[in-house]
């Protein structure tokens, strides 16, 4: 593993341990067994590894939507795939989440936000764009794959992030999802 790769794991894990705030540049590189000055080669400050770690997250929901969608399948069912796909990596990674949105939010890298999601909306795009002939006319698949990136998560954040997880509630959620989607794609 390359020393930022590292840094980017130690920071995860103190985080994770510590919570934001109480973190120091000092307990991350303790966790990486690397040299103080070693961190500021990468990072100017503890802030600034939370686009590596946005970057790590959006890979694992890219490689699972990849891992987890069937071409084969019909439509409305790779749809489903999509919003299960999304919800199950917000799901399973909800702590990290939470203490990334807090510090992108606390630093001038949540301008990078749209650069980071650069490879989800991409994989989207290329995918609305085959399924073309079944959407409704008119539709701009740039756009799209960005609002529908956007929707999906945001819709999943609701249950994993704001509130207690309730397995009915996160159904009913994935559900009004996938019809809002369907819909809104016009699916034939």
Same mark, same amino acid.
């Given at each position: ?83 299960? *796909? ?5 799901? !399973?990674?909800?702590?990290?989440? =939470?203490? $990334? #949105? &807090?510090? /992108? *939010? ?5 301008? !990078?936000?749209?650069?980071?999601? =650069?490879? $989800? #909306? &991409?994989? /989207? ?64």
């Amino acid at each position: 593993m390359d020393t930022q790769k590292k840094l980017v794991c130690a920071a995860l894990a103190v985080f994770k341990k510590k919570g934001l705030e109480k973190t120091k540049v000092s307990d991350i590189v303790k966790q990486a067994g690397v040299a103080q000055g070693t961190f500021y080669l990468y990072f100017p400050s503890k802030l600034a590894v939370m686009p590596a770690i946005a970057q790590c997250m959006v890979e694992k929901m890219e490689a699972r939507l990849k891992a987890t969608v069937n071409p084969a399948a019909p439509l409305p069912e790779q749809l489903a795939q999509i919003v299960e *796909s999304i919800f199950d990596t917000v799901q !399973k990674h909800r702590d990290i989440l =939470a203490f $990334l #949105y &807090t510090g /992108l *939010s606390q630093s001038a890298d949540i301008t !990078k936000w749209e650069r980071l999601y =650069a490879p $989800l #909306y &991409t994989w /989207l795009k290329e995918f609305l764009t085959r399924n073309r002939p079944l959407l409704r006319n008119g539709l701009d698949t740039s756009y799209t794959a960005r609002i529908m990136i956007g929707c999906i998560e945001q819709a999943a954040e609701q249950v994993f992030l704001f509130n207690k997880i309730d397995e009915q509630e996160t159904a009913r959620q994935k559900e009004e999802t996938f019809v809002f989607i369907e819909h809104a794609l016009g699916v034939r």
